[in-house]
C-alpha cells in the first residue's frame, strides 16, 4: 500500500485557516486521497476526498498538487470541534481486492486554541 | 437511515471466552471492514471484506474470525479472549470504488482480564 506521512502535531487558534499538509510520494495513478478526522472518544469520521481536482465541501477543501505527491487539507474558520486526528490515507481504485482497504497511519493531532 | 450499528458498546470477558461483536449497515455498502484501536494508537485493520460470501485478511487478524453471509452484517468473532486483544473495536463500510468514503460505528470497546 502507497504511504502517507503527515506532521505528528499541529495548533491553531479559533477561527483561523488551518493547512494540514500531507506527502504521498508513492501515490499510484488510480488512488483517490481520503480524509478522516476522529474526535476524542468517537469513531472516525470522513472529512473529504479526491483524485487530481481540488475539493470542496461543507467541511474543507482538499488541495491536491499537480504532480499529486502532496495534499493540503484546509479548515477554512478553525473551531474548537474540529480539535482532532486528522488522518491522510490513499484508497486504491483498482487492484482485485485490495481496493477495498483503508489503511491508517498515525495522523496529526490538531489542537484548536480559544 | 441508521448508518452503520455496533452491539455491543461495551463488553468485559474473562480470558479464554470467545465473543462475537456484530456489526450491520443498511446503506448496501459491498464493502466492509474491522479494525482496532489500542490506547494512543491509530487504527489497525483486522479483516475486511468486498462482498457477501468474499472476506481477506488485514494487518492483525491472528485471534479472529469473519464471515460475510449478507451484504448488511459482517460479524467479528474472537476465538479465545486475550488480554492483549482489548482495544476499542470499529466497524466501517464503503461503496466499491476508491471514490467513496467510509462510515464508521461508534465502536465497541472490549476488555479482555
Known amino acids: 500500500d502507497a504511504k502517507t506521512t503527515q506532521p505528528n502535531s499541529m495548533e491553531s487558534n479559533e477561527e483561523e485557516p488551518v493547512h494540514l499538509p500531507c506527502n504521498h510520494s508513492?501515490?499510484?495513478?488510480?488512488?483517490?486521497i481520503h480524509w478522516y478526522r476522529q474526535l476524542p472518544s468517537q469513531g472516525p469520521e470522513y472529512v473529504i476526498h479526491?483524485?487530481?481536482s481540488n475539493v470542496n465541501n461543507r467541511m474543507a477543501s482538499l488541495a491536491i498538487a499537480e504532480d499529486r505527491k502532496s495534499s493540503t487539507l484546509i479548515l477554512h474558520r478553525a473551531t474548537l470541534r474540529d480539535a482532532a486526528v486528522y488522518y491522510c490515507i490513499l484508497r486504491a481504485n483498482a487492484g482485485g481486492t485490495s481496493y477495498g482497504k483503508l489503511t491508517f497511519g498515525q495522523g496529526t493531532i490538531l489542537t484548536v486554541h480559544p | 437511515n441508521a448508518g452503520v450499528t455496533q452491539t455491543p458498546k461495551f463488553q468485559v470477558l474473562k480470558t479464554g471466552q470467545s465473543m462475537t461483536l456484530q456489526c450491520a449497515q443498511d446503506?448496501?455498502?459491498?464493502?466492509m471492514s474491522w479494525y482496532r484501536q489500542d490506547p494512543g494508537m491509530g487504527l489497525r485493520l483486522i479483516h475486511y471484506?468486498?462482498?457477501?460470501?468474499?472476506?481477506d485478511q488485514g494487518e492483525v487478524p491472528n485471534g479472529y474470525n469473519v464471515s460475510r453471509s449478507t451484504t448488511e452484517d459482517f460479524p467479528l468473532r474472537l476465538l479465545s479472549a486475550a488480554p492483549s486483544q482489548t482495544s476499542v473495536y470499529f466497524c466501517?463500510?464503503?461503496?466499491?470504488?476508491?471514490?467513496?468514503?467510509?462510515?464508521f460505528g461508534s465502536g465497541t470497546r472490549l476488555t479482555v482480564v
Open positions: 446503506m448496501n455498502h459491498e464493502y
Open positions: 466501517a463500510s464503503s461503496r466499491s470504488r476508491g471514490a467513496s468514503g467510509y462510515t
Open positions: 508513492t501515490i499510484s495513478g488510480t488512488d483517490y
Open positions: 479526491g483524485l487530481t
Open positions: 471484506s468486498v462482498g457477501a460470501g468474499i472476506t
